[in-house]
């Protein structure tokens, strides 16, 4: 089994969830897997559930199995976003799922509901890519979110304790590269059944309406002051 987690932290402002996963692709089962290298397709694997829903997040003070696609907000705090991965062709095929590559899409944003999302590919799996969202709301505050730097890991049936360090590149158009290579998976594992969940850690913060009028003052001068400047 392999995993991977970051963090994230959400910053709420003073002032309705939609969830989607994709693409719509051919679904199996663990009776009946895939008979090609294909992520997240399995709808009733006994230990997760239905795969396609992959993305989703919990308080990082919160119990282990406090995991959630929607998260209500109400104050400052910091969460953890799971990405779990599964190829899912079948164990005699042998197939090995080649340049896997996570990434994950903070928005740069103030709102009362923010969504997030995860996307995992492959150099040889169809789709070549499979993606899913996890949603942060408030009701009555905007907030923000950011990435905690250098919280990402992957961990996986030859580390599952303290995992392997992930870069913050996982945040950006580059994303975490090659985190399963055929070479590593022949020597330490079962090549067909491997389990990946890559996980980042946010840091949510939330402002009264007050802090925010103030803030957004405060950003105005700063662009009349760069204005001036150049003038």
């Known amino acids: 089994m392999s995993l991977i987690f970051a963090a994230v932290a959400v910053t709420v402002l003073s002032g309705t969830a939609a969830m989607a996963w994709g693409p719509s692709r051919a679904t199996y089962t663990i009776e009946k897997p895939a008979d090609r290298v294909t992520f997240n397709a399995i709808t009733n694997n006994p230990n997760y559930g239905d795969e396609r829903n992959f993305v989703i997040a919990r308080k990082t003070t919160d119990a282990a199995n406090q995991w959630k696609d929607v998260v209500d907000v109400d104050s ?5 976003i799971r990405m779990y991965v599964h190829n899912n062709a079948a164990a005699n095929l042998k197939l090995v799922a080649e340049n896997v590559t996570a990434k994950a899409s903070v928005p740069n944003q103030s709102a009362k509901e923010i969504t997030l999302q995860g996307q995992i590919s492959a150099s040889n799996s169809k789709p070549a890519t499979v993606w899913d969202q996890v949603v942060f709301k408030s009701a009555s505050k905007n907030f923000t979110v950011s990435y905690v730097a250098g919280s990402a890991k992957y ?5 599952p304790s303290n995992g392997f360090a992930l870069p913050d590149s996982i945040v950006n158009n580059t ?3 090659n985190l399963v290579t055929s070479k590593w ?3 330490f594992l079962d090549v067909s059944n491997i389990l990946e969940l890559y996980c980042l850690k946010l840091k949510l913060q939330l402002k009264n309406k ?6 957004n003052k405060f950003e105005k001068l700063v662009k009349l002051s760069g204005k001036m400047m150049s003038a």
């Open 210 to 215: 007050q802090a925010l009028k103030l803030q």
């Open 76 to 80: 400052d705090g910091e969460y953890f």
């Open 185 to 187: 998976m022949e020597k």
């Open 155 to 159: 961990y996986n049936n030859v580390n």
């Open 175 to 177: 994303g975490a590269k």
